[in-house]
């Protein structure tokens, strides 16, 4: 019996919703009897018409996070045989969070004319439910195998660590004075950034890790606490909490902005969830002044990814809707 052929559709293979909402998926895939290929549409016309072709070919076609001028839309679902959509960011909305009419009118067409919509997130899911009654809610998840390692932590500090890239660095620059009247207070706390940029001039000291997809877990589990500083508006509503899930698989306990899906993720069993700027002060003291509630937390943590967002648990949700089209 031939296997079916998944296309997923994407802007590049290093983008955190190719690698996460689909290249992690594919073993998974093959135990089930599908044939899984990416391509990368970014790259003007020829990238698009060799979309176009291998769509042709493949039974299912799952376009991650990516809309196109509305005859580029049509185009793709005239060769596709079975089209899902699927979206773990906020893509009808500019990055500031404010309205954009383009964005809105790609998300549309691209919405109304798919088979299926996966959504990372409640508020994703009620706004393709405007144009679209076919939306399964398939949170981002984890391979929580990958975190059953281990890596030794600094017996000298208390290590905060955020995790991320130079287009989401203002949420942490926005609690930087914050963190940096902590270091007054707390002479063995240190800030880990593992990102592509740095804040040498902090009064805080940083350790700058470069990302990569080799280290992030032992950085990660060489840490003490993540933090999770966001702004409130619709664009971060649409995140999908990629960031707390990683600290919550690495037993890190989590002080979090209340926004969006990271208020849902994190509870009062696996960190402490921020109303105000000012309570980032007292909420990060309190548990670098108590490594028995750090620990608590971070192993609450884990087990709740383990039981709702860990990659085996999150893949059977997907495979059924696969199946049933």
Same mark, same amino acid.
């Given at each position: 019996? =031939?296997?079916?052929?998944?296309?997923?559709?994407?802007?590049? &293979?290093?983008?955190?919703?190719?690698?996460?909402?689909? =290249?992690?998926?594919?073993?998974?895939?093959?135990?089930?009897?599908?044939?899984?290929?990416h391509?990368?549409?970014?790259?003007?016309?020829?990238?698009?018409?060799?979309?176009?072709?291998?769509?042709?070919?493949?039974?299912?076609?799952?376009?991650?996070?990516?809309?196109?001028?509305?005859?580029?839309? *049509?185009?793709?679902?005239?060769?596709?045989?079975?089209?899902?959509?699927?979206?773990?960011?906020?893509?009808?909305?500019?990055s500031?969070?404010?309205?954009?009419?383009?964005?809105?009118?790609?998300?549309?067409?691209?919405?109304?004319?798919?088979?299926?919509?996966?959504?990372?997130?409640?508020?994703?899911?009620?706004?393709?439910?405007?144009?679209?009654?076919?939306?399964?809610?398939? +949170?981002?998840s984890?391979?929580?195998?990958?975190? &059953?390692?281990?890596?030794? =932590?600094?017996?000298?500090?208390?290590?905060?660590?955020?995790?991320?890239?130079r287009?989401?660095?203002?949420?942490?620059?926005?609690?930087?004075?914050?963190?940096?009247?902590?270091?007054?207070?707390?002479?063995?706390?240190?800030?880990?950034?593992?990102?592509?940029?740095?804040?040498? =001039?902090?009064?805080l000291?940083?350790?700058?890790?470069?990302?990569?997809?080799?280290?992030?877990?032992?950085?990660?589990?060489?840490?003490?606490?993540?933090?999770?500083?966001?702004?409130? /508006?619709?664009?971060?509503?649409?995140?999908?909490?990629?960031?707390?899930?990683?600290?919550?698989?690495?037993?890190? +306990?989590v002080?979090?902005?209340?926004?969006?899906?990271?208020?849902?993720?994190?509870? &009062?069993?696996?960190?402490?969830?921020? /109303?105000?700027?000012? &309570? *980032?002060q007292?909420?990060?003291?309190?548990?670098?002044?108590?490594?028995?509630?750090?620990?608590?937390?971070?192993?609450?943590?884990?087990?709740?990814v383990?039981?709702?967002?860990?990659?085996?648990?999150?893949?059977?949700?997907?495979?059924?809707?696969?199946?049933?089209?």
């Open positions: 019996m =031939q296997s079916k052929h998944i296309l997923f559709v994407s802007k590049g &293979e290093n983008d955190a919703s190719t690698r996460y909402r689909g =290249q992690q998926y594919y073993p998974f895939f093959h135990d089930a009897g599908y044939f899984t290929e391509v990368k549409v970014s790259g003007g016309i020829n990238a698009f018409l060799n979309t176009l072709k291998l769509a042709y070919k493949a039974d299912i076609v799952i376009v991650l996070r990516k809309t196109f001028p509305a005859v580029l839309t *049509w185009l793709l679902r005239k060769v596709a045989t079975k089209l899902i959509f699927d979206m773990d960011d906020a893509i009808f909305c500019s500031d969070g404010s309205a954009s009419k383009t964005r809105m009118k790609r998300f549309m067409h691209m919405a109304k004319v798919s088979d299926h919509i996966f959504a990372g997130n409640q508020f994703l899911a009620a706004t393709a439910l405007k144009f679209n009654g076919a939306v399964t809610l398939i +949170p981002t984890l391979n929580i195998k990958k975190y &059953e390692v281990q890596a030794a =932590q600094p017996d000298s500090y208390v290590d905060l660590v955020w995790i991320g890239s287009s989401t660095s203002k949420y942490l620059k926005d609690i930087l004075p914050q963190l940096e009247s902590l270091a007054d207070k707390h002479a063995n706390l240190r800030l880990k950034i593992i990102a592509d940029f740095d804040f040498p =001039q902090s009064k000291p940083v350790i700058a890790v470069p990302w990569s997809e080799e280290n992030e877990v032992k950085e990660l589990l060489s840490s003490d606490i993540g933090i999770a500083p966001m702004r409130d /508006n619709d664009w971060t509503r649409g995140k999908c909490a990629l960031k707390v899930l990683q600290y919550m698989a690495a037993s890190l +306990p002080v979090s902005s209340n926004v969006g899906v990271n208020g849902e993720a994190v509870d &009062e069993h696996s960190g402490l969830l921020i /109303n105000t700027s000012d &309570e *980032w007292g909420a990060i003291s309190s548990l670098v002044d108590d490594q028995v509630k750090r620990e608590q937390m971070g192993a609450s943590g884990y087990q709740k383990s039981q709702e967002y860990d990659i085996n648990v999150v893949f059977k949700r997907m495979l059924t809707v696969i199946q049933q089209l």
